[in-house]
């Protein structure tokens, strides 16, 4: 058993008693998500490879009858878990979070401006990052030029729906992207109507995780969509989301809106 | 309560990406990608993402069945092999062992395959093995084994993303191969150059630095321009010709006639775009070809791989980083079922069944006399057993009936057969034609390993049970090679299989279930301490020098006429998988591609009154289909579209299955059709 496992594992069971714990350790050479049932040898944990644990939690979470799972948690994936929480998809007193301050590389590659969890059980907290490169770099340039910009990343789009699969706070039971009539066309790539749609569903839920940004296989810079709407819906509406209390101003427009169509 | 992640491997195209099989107590619940895995790099296509929706679907086959009075019964294992083994032996003594062919699969592991063959050779006593490679990249194979003298991807799949130019050509990478057209967009968004010459306009072609459209079945032509303007400019690599290469004379003298205007008579392709085209690759440093089924499915294939071999050496552009010739493989295991030996002429790791020191290893290994003449093609072993000289077929996981040429033809052959045996995971239209069914567990249900197209060893590890009395394929040889009275089928796992297997093939000697369980090894890997190999050819060629082949243009053995006046093109699109058997079980990809469809140009589509959506009838001269037109630009004039995934309007009915004279792989890639209203 590693350090890191031993300690990990005396947070979940013994600190938090939890009976389970969701992180990720070393597997036949590559670094796997697990579950580990209370007593089970952690083996070597690593927890510097970013999965996505709360959306991998939501894909088993309806086959969990019992027990409460501890997470190794983020400050984004704290943010989406209140989305959870808000939506009660997840019973809160079922999950229990192992904070984790994310490294100074990894708060580089995200670009992220929250990068410490309300409670730190392992890491360093790392100072935020004020800026996104990209979103400025897009935002100087003339309209036209950044239509182009986009028109070209989403041609590469391949329609795997990773971005949607892999995110946290992707809710919807019927998925409108996967519709003809908002996509049309048939095959790859998708229109824009298939980035802008998914871009403004997410407005008031994206917690800027990061997860569809890096699951991309086109490398569509999605990440900087997310923050360039974010900024737009904490401007106009003083709203942003990752709380459980506070209720989105969007709210009845998108969601009610999309189990109709 | 348990939960588990099992790292396995994508069950359909040859990129072999890894991911997790998502498991609650049994039920499969998920995939999620593996963000460490170097060839995936965590991310899947949408076919990856839904690998787990078929294996637990009702259709699955549970239970042997053989058929009683017309129809399909369940039977216990016992009674289906015992049945099987005393057909085939009462078959074998009767008309011979080479009365008896076995189809391998592209979809079953190496370990699989490996006792595939060895049943076939040192069992019934016959080399009639083959798959469906020969559908595929059976010309890849003859081709370079005769430039090159290795028939596999030159150079790996994260090479892609460090060129400077990629010419692909034949292949629909975003859609057939969509986690190595990834790498191509890495490539292009650092700037490098992306050269697409493709009869159709493809999503990749649509992004390419060049995209050519050339006339299908004019390949050799625009390639043959190329290197005669490569040579006429002082482009070619000249050390590397003469240091590395024979017969560049030979190569000189044919290419001669092939000036720009000739080329662009007979392909289409405007001169000045080829001749830049040829600029752009050959000045650059570091330079990849890529293709697929758009090279290799025509009845001169073998001569068109060469070609491609030629114009990759007088570059220079092989034996180095990010360059090469690179055949992409459709399936997650051709490589590894043509590796392991499924094929007529060739033992495991391509020794030559008419070898003599070859047939004496084996002999030895496997203790019995083995037959020395080559085998029947896939292909050949329809056209025998439509004859009534071929009496039984054995078929392990592949579907004949909807994924060969000319399918009516197909149906006469397997209606004549005295047994047919099929060993699948769905009922299949072949199950429609077989005596004999058995069960077989899929991809998420055993251990093993598979090739992927850049020659690198994938696990596959069991992450749930098979229904039903299902069985992995290997124990269902294992069962049927001892009723056969064999000794060589003692295994108790597929780790003890793949050892037997590298003790005969050098290029695996290296290779065993541990060592692949944490390392991405690479064949050739000659040794227990060897890393394996990335780069073919290096130092030297495979065979010693490489070899030039002076290969001329010629017209497709089925040209248009007044009655047929379209060039049919088939292929895949990327929500289906070939036969679709597993794909169509999957909710999510058949809703992105439900039925299907010709693509038809605008001009044609406009000429013959056709609107978009319209049911159209195609016919051949072997058959029609019915099916709706999706009139498009992606497609030139004069030629049309369709997928060959759906039964319900079969384009191998329409298929030639005119082959090519070596490597025997049939012409999918154009017939002569006509399309009229329905
Ligand atoms: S960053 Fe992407 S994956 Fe993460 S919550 Fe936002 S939209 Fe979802
Ligand atoms: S992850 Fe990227 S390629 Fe996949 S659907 Fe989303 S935008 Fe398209
Ligand atoms: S690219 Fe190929 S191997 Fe990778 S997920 Fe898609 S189908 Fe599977």
């Given at each position: 058993m590693s350090d890191l496992g031993k300690k990990l594992a005396s947070i979940a069971f013994d600190e938090l008693g939890a009976d389970y714990l969701l992180a990720m350790r070393e597997e036949h050479g590559n670094v796997a998500p697990v579950m580990l049932a209370r007593g089970q040898d952690p083996g070597e944990i690593r927890l510097d490879v970013p999965y996505q644990l709360v959306n991998i939690l939501s894909n088993i979470y309806p086959w969990l009858k019992d027990g409460k799972v501890a997470v190794v948690t983020r400050r984004c994936d704290e943010k989406a878990l209140e989305e959870f929480f808000k939506r009660e998809l997840f019973d809160p007193r079922r999950i229990l979070k192992i904070g984790l301050a994310c490294s100074k590389e990894q708060v580089a590659k995200c670009r992220c401006s929250d990068p410490v969890p309300a409670k730190t059980h392992i890491g360093e907290p790392q100072k935020a990052m004020?800026?996104?490169?990209?979103?400025?770099?897009?935002?100087?340039?003339?309209?036209?030029?950044?239509l182009r910009f986009w028109a070209y990343q989403f041609k590469k789009c391949n329609k795997c729906f990773a971005c949607t699969l892999t995110c946290p706070v992707c809710f919807c039971d019927e998925c409108i992207l996967e519709e003809k009539?908002?996509?049309?066309?048939?095959?790859?790539?998708?229109?824009m109507s298939f980035h802008l749609i998914r871009a403004y569903h997410l407005a008031d839920k994206c917690i800027e995780c990061g997860e569809c940004e890096r699951s991309c296989p086109a490398e569509i810079p999605l990440l900087t969509l997310r923050k360039l709407l974010a900024k737009d819906v904490k401007e106009i509406f003083g709203f942003a989301p990752g709380d459980r209390k506070t209720v989105s101003p969007l709210l009845t427009v998108l969601e009610e809106g999309c189990n109709e169509c | 309560m348990s939960v588990e992640h099992v790292l396995t491997t994508c069950p359909y195209c040859g990129t072999g990406c890894y991911f997790f099989l998502q498991v609650v107590d049994g039920r499969l619940v998920g995939v999620v990608p593996c963000k460490t895995d170097e060839i995936s790099l965590g991310r899947l296509c949408i076919k990856g993402y839904n690998a787990h929706a078929f294996v637990q679907h009702p259709d699955r086959l549970k239970h042997p069945m053989i058929r009683i009075d017309g129809e399909l019964k369940p039977v216990s294992w016992d009674d289906a092999l015992g049945r099987f083994a005393e057909e085939l032996r009462r078959i074998r003594e009767k008309h011979g062992p080479d009365s008896i062919a076995i189809l391998a699969s592209a979809k079953c592991t190496n370990e699989d395959n490996y006792l595939f063959q060895k049943l076939a050779r040192a069992v019934v006593g016959t080399n009639n093995v083959d798959h469906c490679a020969?559908?595929?990249?059976?010309?890849?194979?003859?081709?370079?084994l005769y430039s090159f003298g290795s028939g596999a991807m030159t150079n790996t799949v994260p090479e892609f993303e460090k060129a400077d130019c990629i010419l692909v050509t034949g292949s629909n990478t975003l859609e057939a191969h969509p986690l190595i057209g990834s790498r191509i967009l890495r490539a292009l968004d650092r700037g490098a150059k992306v050269i697409v010459i493709d009869p159709r306009d493809t999503p990749l072609s649509r992004l390419a630095t060049i995209k050519l459209n050339q006339i299908s079945g004019t390949d050799i032509a625009w390639i043959n321009g190329m290197i005669k303007l490569i040579i006429d400019e002082g482009l070619y690599d000249e050390d590397f010709v003469n240091a590395r290469t024979e017969a560049f004379e030979e190569l000189k003298e044919a290419v001669k006639g092939y000036n720009l205007a000739k080329v662009e008579s007979i392909t289409g392709i405007p001169g000045q775009m080829l001749a830049e085209a040829a600029r752009v690759y050959a000045k650059s440093k570091k330079a990849m070809v890529a293709y697929a089924m758009g090279v290799t499915q025509h009845s001169n294939g073998t001569d068109l791989v060469k070609a491609l071999a030629n114009l990759s050496m007088v570059t220079g552009h092989i034996g180095k980083e990010s360059t090469g010739l690179n055949p992409l493989r459709g399936q997650c295991n051709v490589q590894g079922a043509c590796d392991a030996g499924g094929l007529p002429n060739l033992f495991p790791g391509y020794q030559r069944v008419d070898d003599k020191s070859?047939?004496?290893?084996?002999e030895a290994a496997w203790g019995v006399r083995l037959p020395e003449k080559p085998g029947l093609t896939l292909t050949c072993a329809i056209e025998e057993a439509a004859a009534g000289k071929l009496k039984a077929m054995v078929v392990f996981g592949e579907n004949v009936m909807l994924s060969d040429p000319d399918l009516n033809h197909v149906e006469e052959a397997?209606?004549?057969?005295?047994?047919?045996?099929?060993?699948?995971?769905?009922?299949?239209?072949?199950?429609?034609?077989?005596?004999?069914?058995?069960?077989?567990?899929?991809?998420?249900?055993k251990d093993g390993t598979f090739t992927s197209t850049d020659r690198a060893i994938r696990v596959l590890r069991k992450a749930v049970d098979p229904p039903g009395e299902a069985l992995p394929d290997w124990q269902i040889a294992c069962d049927i090679g001892r009723r056969l009275g064999s000794k060589g089928f003692e295994f108790s796992s597929s780790a003890q299989i793949m050892d037997e297997m590298a003790s005969v093939t050098?290029?695996?000697?290296?290779?065993?279930?541990?060592?692949?369980?944490?390392?991405?090894?690479?064949?050739?890997?000659?040794?227990?301490?060897?890393?394996?190999?990335?780069?073919?050819?290096?130092?030297?060629?495979?065979?010693?020098l490489g070899t030039f082949a002076p290969v001329h243009h010629s017209p497709p053995a089925e040209e248009t006429s007044e009655d047929y006046p379209l060039i049919l093109t088939t292929g895949r699109n990327l929500f289906q998988y070939h036969t679709g058997t597993m794909t169509r079980r999957s909710p999510k990809l058949e809703r992105e591609a439900p039925e299907p469809y010709a693509e038809v140009n605008r001009a044609d589509a406009k000429r013959l009154g056709v609107s978009d959506g319209e049911r159209v009838m195609v016919s051949s001269r072997r058959g029609s289909i019915a099916l709706k037109a999706r009139v498009t630009e992606r497609i030139i004039q004069g030629s049309i579209f369709i997928p060959f995934h759906y039964a319900e309007a079969a384009a191998n009915r329409l298929t030639n299955a005119a082959l090519d004279p070596d490597s025997k792989i049939p012409e999918f890639k154009v017939c002569a059709v006509r399309l009229e209203k329905a």
């Open positions: 004020e800026k996104d490169e990209l979103s400025e770099k897009l935002m100087a340039m003339p309209p036209e030029e950044r009539t908002f996509v049309p066309e048939p095959g790859i790539p998708p229109g | 020969r559908l595929c990249h059976a010309s890849t194979v003859t081709g370079l070859a047939r004496a290893k084996f397997l209606k004549k057969l005295e047994l047919l045996v099929v060993a699948d995971i769905f009922p299949t239209e072949t199950i429609k034609f077989a005596h004999i069914v058995l069960p077989a567990a899929c991809y998420a249900e050098p290029i695996y000697a290296g290779i065993d279930h541990a060592r692949a369980d944490n390392t991405v090894l690479r064949w050739p890997c000659p040794a227990k301490d060897h890393p394996g190999t990335r780069i073919l050819h290096t130092q030297k060629f495979t065979k010693g």
